[in-house]
């Protein structure tokens, strides 16, 4: 199943976009799929395992600035901060959290010393979704090195993990239960993080807003049967309607996922389930009942759109169905209780 996965992975790291299944290398590679393909690298079985995660961690480690800044976007041999965002800069610490306890010696030690330059700004990061990825990655951290030694990070988990809750009482109404007046991509990812972090804290206010906002979205999203993904047309509005297309697959990976650490954390077994049919979102239980997964390439499609899928086959997209069926079906939550996201 890592065919499509691996043809788009030169020795520079993960191809960003394709044309059809065709690795597109004028597209450039980003920190946003190395990342995240980091964490499907380190979840692999296998010979290549090892030479993966350590290309997409030396990408990474190219990538970083002295002050611990990722430049998301490599083309043309060059280094561009043309797609800099918070979000790369969270999915650079979360992979970074994961990669610091792993067997293999040179990706463990570069995950290290990117985390000990990023931590100190990435913690100062303020977009709803950026300030999720650190958070997980110090509830990660906690997790794998033990709370009690590690106060400052306790403390940085406990302010960003704040700034998520006042986001959602600021924002909350009756019929509205989430962070802010919009939906858009990865949505899961809040509930996710304070989910994890009432993993490594027993707050129960982050309990509660986590529990509160996932099921507004799961109560939204799943039909009878499927699920049906916040289309990126103008995405969700407070008042609005939600617009059905295109749907992208990093956002049935993001609900199958929270759904996970949901359950990991209240032991709810309908969440399991929820996973399970978000995670089928992929093989063709959607709103256009047609699999995005292309059995011939083994890759997956880049979205639903009106009239079926998008041809192209791109890095986020395999990544995000990888990352679901590992930690769905490759009993990865069952060896963690703080799991990765896209």
Known sequence: MYKHFIELTDKTGIIQFSKGSRPDIKSGYTIDDNARALIIALGMKGNSRIELAKTYSRYMKEAQLENGVWQNLKINGKFSSALNSEDSMGRGVLAASFATNCEIDEVRHLAKIMLQKSIPSAVHLTSPRASSYVLLCLCNLLQVYNNANNTHISQYARKISQ?????????????????????????????????????????????????????????????????SIVGNRGWWKK?????????????????????????????????????KLAYEWYLGKNINKVSVINEKTQGCHDALTPYGVNLNQGAEAIISYLMAHQIIYNDGAKSKTIIPTV
């Not at 295109?246 to 399991?272: F, H, R």
């Open 163 to 227: 700034r998520l809750i006042n986001l959602y009482e600021q924002n909350h109404t009756q019929d509205w239960h989430w962070y802010e007046n919009i939906l858009t991509y990865c949505n899961a990812l809040m509930p996710h993080a304070l989910f994890a972090y009432y993993i490594v804290s027993s707050n129960k206010k982050a309990l509660q807003v986590a529990v509160d906002s996932l099921n507004f979205l799961t109560d939204t999203l799943f039909k009878p049967g499927y699920l």
């Open 239 to 275: 008042g609005q309607k939600i617009p059905p297309f295109d749907q992208q697959p990093v956002d049935a990976c993001s609900i199958a996922l929270a759904c996970i650490q949901g359950y990991i954390a209240t032991q709810k077994s309908e969440l399991c389930e929820m996973a």
